[in-house]
């Protein structure tokens, strides 16, 4: 489907925005220069007989993009949460989207279920609600269980919404070939690649066995962590199109009143969202990805109660080490130790300067420290962000998309609870402890040890692997007359010798 009749979406696309009165609020709140909004209106107004009307209850934005399809709803639940971005009136319309969709009947979700279960919903659910909440792909309903009477919560993808969302996808590759073929300067951003990544992450989004199994592994992560608790999953009545979790009563962390009225701290909260997605991320490597305030409530005592595991965040130990390294620096206002961690990890190419470089990061970093977090404008930082990327070649990491996106939102959650947030203090003493455990002695022993373990596993069959391959190498490119046993006998010695030696260090420590 990836074909040239996908201009037709991209068009309406403008054309929607314009016939839905929200391509000025889009303008307005990016702050576009004239000829953007020029260039805006000269594409999308001679179309507008071609964009969807949708609801036109909806504030404009909100009615744009969900007109627009499921993948521009998601896009709209990020930019809910950062308003120092789009502007509060925006941010405010956008947030309709997180949980108060249009939902389908709850005639065709028993269907579903029914379907689904195998077995009749009355012989699983004494009780089971309208929809209590409806978002971009699936939506909720209370139920109680025939068996014991608990209280559960069911999860029912929208009827269709797979083929929905293909429509989406196709225009976005199509989008980003456009891209690739006419704006060369944004090659570097690999938006083919970027597509790829976020299409593979939504899809997994739509398989709810998948998202019950995320949610029993993020469980087992973090089940020791003071102030936090995710609802266990029911799994006898859980499968691809149906998912079912224990009963959580809670407040939206959106819902600042009602979170004052019931005597929370919302600093305290704000600071918390921060410091268990950095410890997720840093420690386990494994993170909720969607954590917008449509997500995250709050129960009587205090505890984040977190929902909606279908897009999960996953990043390797030398990554996070990376990672960790980039922010330790920021917090220490260590710019040269910054950009050469850029540099070790090939983000940035090995022939630009390093020290130019670190004083680009300095003017980024600079303005952020010793200020009052609602005097920063992540809009002018963003921007400039961009430009030093593009200055010093770096290219997107597909690896840390979700990351970059996931510290954006849970930001925007913070800022919403404390808008005096100051994110770098309360990151300082989670990535200083993680650097602790994972940079210095003790890391370099444990990484020995790994590499022992390895080698020990595969001991006997070292000789063998290294004799061959050598011998090949040897077979391919020796010199006449030259003894082969000769050649391989140090080779094959020096190899045996180190493994022998990594056993030996393991048994010792």
């Excluded at 069911?154 to 009827?159: A, I, S, T």
Aim: hydrophobic residues 45%.
């Amino acid at each position: 489907m990836r074909g040239p009749h996908n201009i037709i979406r991209l068009v309406r696309t403008g054309a929607t925005l314009e016939r839905t009165g929200a391509m000025n609020v889009v303008l307005d709140a990016f702050e576009a220069p004239r000829a953007i909004r020029f260039l805006a209106h000269a594409l999308g107004k001679p179309f507008q007989w071609l964009g969807y009307k949708g609801d036109p209850d909806m504030p404009p934005a909100t009615r744009a993009l969900t007109a627009l399809g499921p993948a521009y709803i998601k896009f709209g639940q990020v930019l809910s949460t950062r308003p120092d971005v789009v502007g509060d009136e925006l941010a405010e319309q956008l947030r309709v989207l997180q949980d108060k969709l249009p939902p389908f009947s709850r005639t065709e979700a028993l269907a579903e279920v029914t379907k689904e279960l195998g077995q009749p919903v009355d012989d699983v659910f004494s009780e089971f609600s309208e929809p209590i909440a409806a978002a971009s792909i699936a939506q909720v309903h209370k139920a109680k269980l025939t068996s014991t009477g608990e209280e559960v919560a069911v999860k029912v993808l929208r009827p269709g919404i797979e083929r929905a969302f293909r429509k989406d996808v196709d225009a976005f590759y199509f989008a980003a070939r456009i891209v690739q073929l006419f704006a060369p300067g944004a090659r570097r951003l690999r938006p083919m690649e970027v597509i790829e990544h976020f299409d593979g992450v939504v899809r997994g989004e739509l398989d709810l066995r998948l998202e019950s199994a995320a949610a029993s592994e993020y469980a087992a992560n973090t089940k020791d962590d003071a102030g936090f608790w995710l609802p266990p999953v029911v799994w006898s009545l859980s499968a691809r199109r149906v998912m079912t979790l224990s009963w959580a009563d809670g407040i939206p962390l959106g819902e600042n009143e009602a979170l004052d009225a019931a005597g929370h701290n919302r600093r305290d909260l704000g600071e918390r969202v921060l410091r268990l997605f950095l410890l997720h991320a840093l420690r386990d490597g494994y993170f909720h990805a969607d954590m917008h305030q449509g997500n995250l409530k709050v129960a009587a005592n205090g505890d984040i109660i977190a929902y909606d595991y279908g897009i999960m965040g996953h990043i390797d130990e030398y990554t996070r080490r990376v990672y960790a390294e980039i922010l330790f620096g920021f917090i220490r206002r260590d710019y040269k130790r910054v950009a050469e961690v850029h540099f070790e990890a090939g983000y940035v190419p090995a022939n630009r300067d390093v020290d130019e470089f670190a004083r680009a990061l300095r003017a980024v970093g600079e303005p952020i420290f010793g200020m009052d977090a609602t005097r920063i404008s992540m809009g002018r930082l963003l921007n400039y962000l961009f430009e030093v990327t593009e200055r010093f070649g770096m290219e997107t990491r597909t690896e840390l998309i979700l990351l970059q996106r996931t510290m954006v939102v849970v930001e925007g959650v913070a800022r919403s609870l404390d808008p005096h947030i100051n994110i770098w203090e309360v990151a300082r003493p989670v990535v200083e402890d993680y650097i602790k455990k994972s940079i210095g002695p003790r890391a370099a022993l444990r990484d020995f040890s790994k590499t022992a373990m390895v080698l020990a596993r595969f001991g006997p069959r070292l000789p063998g692997l290294v004799e061959n391959a050598l011998i090949a190498q040897t077979q391919k490119d020796a010199p006449k007359g030259t003894g082969l046993r000769s050649q391989l006998l140090p080779a094959s010695l020096g190899v045996i010798t180190g493994a022998v030696l990594a056993c030996l260090f393991l048994t010792l420590g």
